[in-house]
């Protein structure tokens, strides 16, 4: 019998991993998560009265220790993104075909509108580049399909942002879909508070401040003359916010206007696209924002 031997040995290596957790325990063991409550309060003082979603759901502030950002999995919270289009080719139109299975494994068919929509779609490129904002429509059996047009190939994320009808918060999953080729990356465009789109030139208002929700303010104008967006998605505009390194989607929301409020989860380098229309076409502006750390 040499379970027995082996079982003790086992137990001999337990205890003394044990002891020496024990030893380090004031460094990183249990103490640190006590330590970290008091901060709840402040935080959630400073932060609460803009967006309460995240709050109502968790009981938790944005802090550091907060729920992780959305956008980084693939399957969250028993909804799962299944892309049935695994691969892109660069400079061909085609279907990108997925679903969201429920947390009961059959494709989600109910959900709540959004801004207008059941579900949005973002693709963009791993490295910030040809972002694209589009509505797929949904089958009967909660197949969703979308036109899809790559410019370059590279390494896509795919982001679906839905709420699923009866929950009390939206979910952001992502997955990534290569389209294969001579991937050449671009550089992040530094910050900077003016875009130019289409003819049109964006200011952004506003800093990034992390750990919080940041206003961030947007106006249009065109040959030197405002130009007042039209109504789209169900504003005057829509503002997708990613953070450069892991592509985390940020939770923005419309406050009023051209005004969103952007829950910011640490320091570093994001890219910012907000959508508005006018004229009858959407267009897209870019700005990169943030700091290196
Ligand atoms: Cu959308």
Redesign the pocket.
């Known amino acids: 019998m040499r379970t027995p031997l082996k079982l003790g040995a086992f137990a001999a290596g337990l205890a003394a991993v044990f002891a020496a957790s024990l030893g380090a325990g004031h460094l990183t063991g249990p103490i640190a998560a006590p330590a970290s409550q008091p901060a709840h309060g402040p935080t959630e003082q400073a932060h609460g009265r803009t967006e309460t979603q995240q709050d109502e759901h968790n009981g938790q502030s944005h802090g550091n220790d907060a729920k992780p950002p959305g956008g980084l999995q693939i399957s969250q919270d028993g909804y799962t993104l299944v892309p049935l289009t695994t691969s892109l080719t660069a400079g061909t139109q085609q279907d990108f075909r997925f679903r969201i299975d429920g947390p009961d494994g059959t494709p989600l068919t109910r959900y709540s509108v959004e801004?207008?929509?059941e579900?949005?779609?973002?693709a963009v490129r791993r490295d910030l580049a040809g972002f694209q904002?589009?509505?797929p429509a949904r089958a009967q059996d909660g197949t969703w399909s979308v036109p899809l047009q790559v410019t370059q190939p590279g390494q896509y994320r795919v982001f679906a942002?839905f709420r699923p009808d009866g929950s009390e918060q939206g979910l952001t999953l992502g997955a990534d879909v290569a389209a294969a080729g001579d991937f050449r990356p671009q550089p992040l465009p530094p910050a900077a508070h003016t875009a130019t789109v289409d003819g049109y030139t964006v200011e952004l208002r506003g800093e990034l401040h992390p750990g919080g929700a940041s206003t961030l303010d947007f106006t249009v104008s065109r040959d030197g003359r405002p130009v007042d967006p039209e109504p789209y998605?169900g504003a005057q505009g829509?503002l997708v916010a990613l953070r450069d390194g892991d592509l985390a989607y940020l939770h923005v929301h419309p406050v009023k206007g051209t005004t969103f409020a952007a829950e910011v989860p640490s320091a570093g380098r994001y890219r910012l696209y907000l959508?508005f229309k006018h004229g009858g076409t959407v267009h897209t502006a870019e700005f990169t924002a943030g700091t290196d750390h």
């Open positions: 801004h207008e929509q579900l949005h779609l973002i904002h589009v509505h942002d998605l829509h959508d």
